[in-house]
C-alpha cells in the first residue's frame, strides 16, 4: 500500500491556556483532496502553521513524504515539496501576473542563475507560461496584478504556490469572498491539480467540500472530532450537532 503524503500523530500545541491543536492525527493521501473543516476557532490555520513550520508543535510528529519534519522551519519543508497559499491575498501588487509568476518559479534554476538578467532563466519562463494558460491567465499576463479582480488574484496565488511544483500544496480558505462563479471554476482548478500533486484544503464552503473532496477532517476545539469520505462526515450526528448547528 502506498505511504499517504501526509500524517500528523498526536498533534499539538497551547497558548496559554488555550489547546488551539489537541493530540490530532490524520493522513493525507496522494493524489487526493484531503479537506479540514470546522467552525471558527476550531484550530484549522494553526494545524496549517505546525505542518508548515511556521509554529512547532509542543506534541506529536509530523511526517511529510516519508521524513519526519516535525519542527521542521518553512524554507526546509519548500524545498522538500510542500507549497501553501494563505487567507490573505499574497502576491506582488506592482508586478505583472508573468512577473509574478516568473518569480516563484524562479527556484527552479539552477543556483547559477538566480543572479542572472531574467533572459537568462528559461526554466522559469517556460514555467511561467505553462501556468498562464493552464490558470487561465494568459489573456492577464501583462496586467498589474493589483488590478486583477479577487477572483483572478486568487487564481494567480495559487498558481504562484504549486510553481516550485511541489508535492503538497497547502490551500488556506481559496475561495474565501468569491462570487458564486468564481468559486465554481476554483473548485474545478482544485480538483484537477490532485492529477499532479497532493491537496490540503482548509474549506468553509460545505458544497464546494462535499464536491470535490476525497477525504475530510472535521476539527471542534482544536481537536478532530471525525473523518473520513464526504458522505458518512456529512451524515455523522457529532458533525451535525457541532458544525451545522443541529442533530
Known amino acids: ?52 513550520g511556521a509554529l512547532s508543535p509542543r506534541a506529536g510528529k509530523v511526517t511529510f513524504d516519508g521524513r519526519d519534519c516535525t519542527g521542521a522551519p518553512p524554507h526546509r519543508m519548500r524545498t522538500l515539496g510542500l507549497g501553501r497559499s494563505f487567507q490573505i491575498t ?50 492577464r499576463a501583462d496586467e498589474l496584478a493589483g488590478a486583477l479582480s479577487h477572483g483572478e488574484q486568487r487564481r494567480l496565488e495559487v498558481a504562484m504556490a504549486i510553481a516550485a511544483e511541489p508535492k503538497l500544496l497547502l490551500l488556506d480558505e481559496p475561495t474565501q ?21 497532493s491537496v490540503l484544503l482548509i474549506e468553509h464552503d460545505i458544497g464546494l467540500v462535499m464536491t470535490i473532496s476525497d477525504h475530510v477532517v472535521v476539527m471542534h476545539q482544536g481537536r478532530k472530532l471525525a473523518e473520513g469520505a464526504p458522505a458518512a462526515v456529512r451524515a455523522d450526528p457529532a458533525v451535525q450537532a457541532a458544525y451545522f448547528g443541529h442533530a
Request: charged letters at 20%; a negative charge.
Open 1 to 52: 500500500m502506498t505511504p499517504p503524503i501526509l500524517e500528523v500523530s498526536g498533534l499539538g500545541i497551547a497558548f496559554g491556556g488555550l489547546r488551539a491543536v489537541d493530540d490530532l492525527s490524520f493522513r493525507a493521501e496522494r493524489n487526493a483532496v484531503t479537506t479540514i473543516i470546522g467552525p471558527n476557532g476550531a484550530g484549522k490555520s494553526t494545524v496549517f502553521n505546525l505542518i508548515s
Open 90 to 139: 499574497s502576491l506582488f501588487p506592482d508586478l505583472t501576473v508573468f512577473e509574478n509568476l516568473r518569480l516563484a518559479s524562479e527556484v527552479l534554476e539552477p543556483r547559477s542563475r538566480w543572479l542572472l538578467p531574467v533572459s537568462r532563466s528559461p526554466i522559469a519562463l517556460a514555467r511561467a507560461d505553462a501556468l498562464l494558460s493552464r490558470f487561465a491567465l494568459t489573456g
Open 177 to 197: 469572498g468569491m462570487s458564486h462563479g468564481d468559486t465554481e471554476e476554483t473548485a474545478e482548478l482544485i480538483r484537477s491539480l490532485a492529477a499532479d500533486l
